[in-house]
């Protein structure tokens, strides 16, 4: 199983960026399909998922409204389309997948369930 997440980069702040995550190994229309983030010396912590059909999409609150999460099951890759970035957002950038039926709020933000996880991508926002 190998998901690779990439797209990251530089960007000023109020710039865009959209990550991909492709994912390899498993029949990706079964997984929740996730994003996380890292900043240096902070905890990992949520930033968007979206159910297996699309059908449903949550967000953290720091960026709802900016960004939007998708995904197309036949390429099997999942997206995140950041818009006006903040420094704040400077971070890795995590892809994850967890095999749920469960679409619950508690479960699709924890950081410890998750099946399979991105070797993450760098996004850094200069002010």
């Known amino acids: 199983v190998q998901l690779q997440a990439f797209g990251g980069g530089l960007v000023q702040a109020g710039g865009s960026l959209r990550l991909s995550c492709v994912a390899s190994g498993i029949t990706f229309n079964n997984y929740i399909m996730k994003w996380f983030r890292q900043a240096t010396e902070k905890e990992r912590e949520f930033v968007a998922a979206?159910?297996?059909?699309?059908?449903?999409?949550h967000y953290a609150d720091s960026v709802k409204g900016r960004f939007t999460i998708s995904r197309d099951n036949a390429q099997n890759t999942v997206n995140l389309q950041m818009n006006n970035l903040a420094p704040e957002d400077t971070a890795v950038y995590y892809c994850?997948?967890?095999?749920?039926?469960?679409?619950?709020?508690?479960?699709?933000?924890?950081?410890?369930?998750?099946?399979?996880w991105g070797q993450g991508t760098l996004v850094t926002v200069s002010s």
């Open positions: 979206i159910s297996r059909g699309a059908y449903n999409t």
């Open positions: 994850a997948a967890r095999s749920t039926v469960n679409w619950h709020i508690a479960s699709i933000t924890s950081t410890r369930l998750n099946d399979y």
